[in-house]
C-alpha cells in the first residue's frame, strides 16, 4: 500500500515557475514507477510526466516536453515536478500517482495508487 501527498500548487503568473512535490508513505515506494497528471475542470485527466522506479528514465507529454522536469528521490520517498515557463493553458489539479506496471506510463489505468491533487493556477 502506497500513500501519496502533493504539495507545491498555488497561483503563478504566466512565465513563472513552481516545483510540486509528492511524498510517499511505504517501504516500497522504490518499487514503483511515479506519474504525474492533471486535470482542468471539463476535461479529461491528462498525463504530464513520468519516472521509472529508478529515475533513469523520463517520460512527457509533448506540451510540457522541454518545460517541465519530473525526478525522484528514492531516499526521501518523493518525487517532483519542476514547472518553468508556465502557461495559462497548464491550469489545473495536478496529481501525482505510482504503479507496478512497467508499461503504458501514459495511461491512467496503469497507475494503482493516486493522491489527492494539488491545484495550479497560471494567470495571463
Known amino acids: 500500500q502506497v500513500q501519496l501527498v502533493e504539495s507545491g500548487g498555488g497561483l503563478v503568473q504566466a512565465g513563472g515557475s513552481l516545483r510540486l512535490s509528492c511524498a510517499a508513505s511505504g517501504p516500497t515506494f522504490a518499487t514503483y514507477g511515479l506519474g504525474w497528471f492533471r486535470q482542468a475542470p471539463g476535461k479529461e485527466r491528462e498525463f504530464v510526466a513520468a519516472?521509472?522506479?529508478?529515475?533513469?528514465?523520463?517520460y512527457y507529454a509533448d506540451s510540457v516536453k522541454g518545460r517541465f522536469t519530473i525526478s525522484r528521490d528514492n531516499a526521501k520517498n518523493t518525487v517532483y515536478l519542476q514547472m518553468n515557463s508556465l502557461k495559462p493553458e497548464d491550469t489545473a489539479v495536478y496529481y501525482c500517482a505510482a504503479r507496478t506496471s512497467a508499461s503504458y506510463y501514459y495511461r491512467p489505468r496503469s497507475y494503482d495508487y493516486w493522491g489527492q491533487g494539488t491545484q495550479v493556477t497560471v494567470s495571463s
Open positions: 519516472t521509472s522506479w529508478s529515475g533513469g528514465n523520463t
